[in-house]
Every structure is written in structure tokens, then in C-alpha cells.
């Protein structure tokens, strides 16, 4: 091992940065249950520690170290914000992203030039978050690059120093407990900014015992598949070219390639059955996953459309992308004929990754909410996610649109106008991102109408100000045939769901103008809740034209065939579409549902 990887010489390199990170990383997925346990703040969810392990299993299955530090340093940002999940898994892959962007490019650096990449992060961190709260990771950060920066000219003892930050981490850890009103009460710390003390301390570990042998017998298990597509006029026989890493095999490797065989051509299988990664091209990724279900733990799942990607490339429509996200309620067929890019909200059932509707349909996701003991929980889609897409896309349209669910339920809105930026700035091309406030359906009509707008030649700026003008004209009404899984979700009190159904009460649900979640009513009955919402749409309707609607249905197709029956006798227009509504939302509705989309014109 070269002398510099020891920190005995006053600078580190990329192979040393790649070793600490890995320490650092094996103490949270070591910790993660504790983590967890401590999670109060800015949710109750629990899923703390979950989050921060999935951030870091995405760098320790994605990357091999490098020489140089800047490349290391970037590659394990760019892992990190690929794979970062939940609030703090997000904060956490900023600031690496962070650091990246602000390490000088150099193969090796020293304390100095180290400190101030940390202190010069700082400012990203803030600038990710819409209201940065102290009392979090955020100020453990602050903390830590703040006594770095005090001894910053003590090149020589970098060592020493980050071993003595220690201390510092710790002091600002136990603040949290009193700087945040929400932690007063349990005496608990922080969740997130424990995982980053416990991050630091890791590497502290590794700084003290030099245990690189333990380390890179972990990362030997480490795998990469290099993949590169050639796009020909040939017809793709399987149009989703799928990779997964799979923990602890059920089942023999061969069996996996058997099982992956069935699903379709171009099997690579890589690893252990320990740890595994393997790749398909298949059509039916979401069939695959399920059959998968018992023979490992998924970890992480890429899928992409090769159709949608030949499309982009090579036989454009038009010359105005659309995006959108998974919650975009609408039938499969007008998505592709309208060549919609979707972005998959994450899915998570426990430690078992999903890809909202790509990786798991409503058939498989309702078999697996009444099975699964674990409550599924989602993820916003992150910012890298985005910034590929969108430079993906212009590289080959004149300017992109991308219209999402309500800001107020998700980042994913958020991270896509930052992408978005970005990516306008490189391209100078413009991409629009629009709030929709609203979901499933209703998002789905706002998607539709901008496509045909687009569709009959309608220039980008006049295609954006519809939009945002069809905003304030579109609805969504939900009636829920039991409020079972809303208490599951955390969405209702368990105490007030228990009376509500025990007296056998059916909310219906709305989203206002702001984007919020409205109890619209409350009846005894889903008849007499789709009642209540025939008799509002008849309300106001009055005056206005309806352009179409959308019926949308929880694994209930013949209630939702029965309610579109009576929006026609309303409407004199029949749906546009009969949908099983998005899993993200299928989740908190519960099986049963019924909800209409409806868009008006003045």
C-alpha cells in the first residue's frame, strides 16, 4: 500500500479516500436498525437508518476506487446521489456531491485543500433543502467542517485531526436532542445526524487500525456490469434492459439464470450468492421481480426503456419532450404513442426496491400490501435521476416539459426544476417544470392535453401556458372504500381510524388549489361517497365545458366501469381511460378505491 493511502504523509488519495468511505459506510449499514429506531425528525417513519444504508450501498455497489482523489471523489457523489433515498440519505449524498464539485482537481489533496472542500459544501446542502432546519445533519455538518477549517494549517496532522473531530461531532450530536422542539420530548438525538457521527467514526476506526484487509475482502464482492446499448433500425424483441443486485440467494445461481432466462435474452450474471448482480432484456420486468421476491433481497433495480431511448434518439414525433413521474395516472398505449418519458417513484417494501409501476404492477403491489408485514413506503426521485434524462433528452429535442404530482406530497418536483436548470444552462435549450398540484388522474389530463396541444403543432410556450392554466381547472375526488390502509400509512390516527370503522365511514378525498390532501366528506357508505361526489361534479360543472375525464379504480374495475356509467349520464362524454390507479397512490387509498379525474374548459 503506497504511503500516502496511510495518512501518515500529509495528503490522501483517491484509494484512500475510496477505503474511508467504506468504512464510514459499514458502520451506518451496521447501525441502520438503531438509526431507525431514533427516527422522529421531520417524520415518525422509522426509516432513517434504511434510507442512509440505501445511500450507501448505492456507492459500495457501484464504484471501484481510483488513484486519483478528484475522480474518486466524484464517482462516489455521483453513486451516492444515484442511489440516495428519504430526507437524510439526500442531504447526505449533497454534500458528497458537494464536496466533489468544490475538491480541487487533483490526484491527491492535503488537510487544507480537504477542509475547505467540506467547508465549501456546506452552501450546497442548504441551497437542496426548501427549509433547512438546524438541529439535523445539517448542523453536525456545519460543526464538523467548522473545526476542520480551524485547523486546517496543521498539514501535518491530518491524522490527528480528524481523529480529534470526534469530540466536536459528538458535543453538536447531543444539541440536536435541544435545539429541535420535536426531539425534547423523547430525548432522543437526531436520526440523520447520528448516522453521519457514526459515518465519521467509521473512518476514524480505519484511521486508527489501517483494517484495508477487512475492507477489501467486502469489496471484492463488489460488482460492476459495463453495459452499452447500439441502437439499430432492427425491432427490439425485449424492450427493457434490467439490472438488479441480489443479497443473500435462495437459490442456487443457476437457478437465477434459468428463472432470468424465462423472462427474456442477454443474461449476465456477476458475483456471488452472496452478492450478486445480474442483467436481462426482458418485457416484463415487473413479472420478473415478483418471481424474484422469495430468491433474494433486491437492493437496487435500474430498468430502461430501450424502446423510449431508441425513440428519442432515432424516430422523434416531435420536437417537444414531455416528462412526467410514475403517479401520472394514465393507460399504457396513449404513453407510448405520445412518447411520454415517466420516471419511476422508488417502492420500497422493507429492504425489497421497487420501481413504481415498472418493476411492480397493481396486481403484484396489492398481493403484496395484504401479505407483506412491512407498510410499503416511497421516495422522491432524486436530482441525478433528472439531470440524465433531461441530457438525454436534449441531446436530441428542441426544449422538454415536465409536468409532476403536487410539490406538497414529494422533492420529486423540486429536484426536477434543479435538474432542469442545470441541464437548460449546458444545452441552452429550454426545459419548462411545472407543479401540476395534483396526481394520478388528474395529472395524467393535464399530460394528455399538453401531448395532443403538442401533437397539432402548438409552439413550447404556448403549450406551457395551457398547462398552467388547465391547473386551477383540474380535479380529483377519491372514495375509499376503508380506511385500512390510511391508518397502515401513518395517513390517519389509528385511534381515529379505529372509530371511523367501527362506525363504518367512507372519507372522500381532494387535493385544493395549493396541492394539499382535503377531507371532502365523510358517508356511510362508497355508494353514498361516489353520491357526494356525482352531486359536486353536477355543482361545478355548471358554467364549464368539460374536455374529459378519467376514471381511476384500486384493483376495482367493475366499481370503476359502474361510476363512469353515471359520469356519463353527467358528462354526456365517456372516460378517457379506465385506470388502476398508480401503487404510490394505491398504497394509502386501499384496495377498493374509486376516484375521478376531471378537467374543465371555461
Known sequence: MEKMDTVEAPYINGKFLYYAFIAGGNQILRNQVE????????????????????????????????????????????????????????????????????????????????????ENSIPYIYTAIAEPVEGTMLTVI????????TKKEAIHDFKTVIIDSLAVLEKSLGETTLKLKALKKSGFVDAGAKGFVLFIKGIIEFLKYRNIRDLMVASGEIISLIHTEEFMDDEISHRFCTEAILKDLKVSKTELQNTLGDFGDSVVIAGSESL?????????????????????????????????????????????????????????????????????????????????????????????????????KTSQINEQAFTNLFSNLASHYDAI?????????SGTYTNSVKAGKRISKEFNKPVYVIDSKNLSGALGLLMLK?????????????????????????????????LKFMIKGGRVSRPKGLIASVLGINPVISIDENGKSILFGNTFSQ????????????????????????????????????????????????????????????MHAGSGAIAVSILFTN
Open 35 to 118: 438509526i431507525n429506531k431514533i427516527n422522529i425528525f421531520p417524520v415518525n417513519d422509522k426509516d432513517t437508518g434504511t434510507n442512509l444504508a440505501s445511500t450507501i450501498r448505492a456507492v459500495i455497489d457501484n464504484i471501484k476506487p481510483d488513484k486519483s482523489y478528484k475522480i474518486t471523489a466524484i464517482n462516489i457523489a455521483d453513486a451516492a446521489l444515484m442511489g440516495a433515498r428519504g430526507n437524510s440519505g439526500i442531504i447526505f449524498a449533497q454534500f458528497l456531491h458537494g464536496m466533489s464539485r468544490e475538491t480541487i482537481n487533483k490526484p491527491h489533496i492535503n488537510l487544507r485543500e480537504f477542509a475547505e472542500s467540506v
Open 450 to 482: 399538453a401531448a395532443r396541444s403538442i401533437e397539432a403543432g402548438e409552439p413550447v410556450e404556448s403549450v406551457v401556458r395551457a398547462i398552467e392554466d388547465d391547473i386551477v381547472q383540474t380535479k380529483i375526488f377519491v372514495s375509499v372504500r376503508n
Open 401 to 409: 416539459i415536465a409536468v409532476h404530482l403536487t410539490g406538497k406530497f
Open 142 to 149: 456545519k460543526a464538523w467542517s467548522d473545526f476542520l477549517n
Open 527 to 586: 355508494q353514498a361517497s361516489l353520491g357526494k361526489i356525482y352531486d359536486h361534479i353536477r355543482k361545478i360543472s355548471e358554467g364549464k365545458t368539460v374536455w374529459n375525464y378519467m376514471m381511476l379504480h384500486a384493483h376495482n374495475p367493475e366499481g370503476a366501469r359502474e361510476a363512469g356509467e353515471k359520469l356519463f349520464e353527467i358528462t354526456g362524454k365517456r372516460a378517457v381511460s379506465v385506470v388502476d390507479i398508480s401503487p404510490v397512490i394505491g
Open 276 to 376: 450478486c448482480r445480474f442483467h436481462v432484456h426482458t418485457n416484463n420486468p415487473a413479472e420478473l421481480f415478483y418471481q424474484l421476491k422469495d430468491s433474494g433481497t433486491v437492493t437496487f433495480q435500474k430498468v430502461d426503456d430501450m424502446v423510449r431511448q431508441h425513440e428519442t434518439a432515432f424516430k422523434r414525433k416531435w420536437n417537444i419532450a414531455l416528462v412526467t413521474d410514475s403517479t401520472c395516472d394514465l393507460p399504457q398505449d396513449l404513453i407510448d404513442f405520445y412518447q411520454i418519458n415517466v420516471v419511476p417513484i422508488n417502492l420500497n417494501f422493507g429492504d425489497y426496491h421497487y420501481l413504481d409501476k415498472v418493476t411492480i404492477q397493481p396486481d403484484q403491489f396489492y398481493d403484496l400490501l395484504e401479505s407483506n408485514p412491512e407498510f410499503p
